[in-house]
Nanobody, 122 residues
Framework: QVQLVESGGGLVQAGGSLRLSCSASGRTFSGYTMGWFRQAPGKEREFVASISWSGRSTNYAGSMQGRFTISRDNAKNTVYLQMASLKPEDTAVYYC???????????????WGQGTQVTVSS
């Protein structure tokens, strides 16, 4: 089992930045691909970014490329999502997740956090 706890969400103005953190406990964190997903009201959960167990490989959804940066610190069992140039349409609950495979599909992630709310005002 892996337990994931997100933090760092909040209210920010359009154009601003936030850094989300996801702390993991339980099984070996470094063995997992970590991903960030988000879900806006009335919409399906969507992929945001993922990072390989080593941190050497990352993937981003097209609309986040260049604005969001995913990183991880295996010594701290933590994955981060640095978000910049935020837009009102980035408003959502952001979830981190862990997968035993390199994947961007939410269906392949085994463990999920409770989510953290990000609200971007115009």
């Amino acid at each position: 089992q892996v337990q994931l706890v997100e933090s760092g969400g909040g209210l920010v103005q359009a154009g601003g930045s936030l850094r989300l953190s996801c702390s993991a406990s339980g099984r070996t964190f470094s063995g997992y691909t970590m991903g960030w997903f988000r879900q806006a009201p009335g919409k399906e959960r969507e992929f945001v970014a993922s990072i390989s167990w080593s941190g050497r490989s990352t993937n981003y959804a097209g609309s986040m490329q260049g604005r969001f940066t995913i990183s991880r610190d295996n010594a701290k069992n933590t994955v981060y999502l640095q978000m910049a140039s935020l837009k009102p349409e980035d408003t959502a609950v952001y979830y981190c997740a862990a997968s035993s495979r390199p994947t961007t599909s939410s269906l392949m992630y085994d463990y999920w956090g409770q989510g953290t709310q990000v609200t971007v005002s115009s």
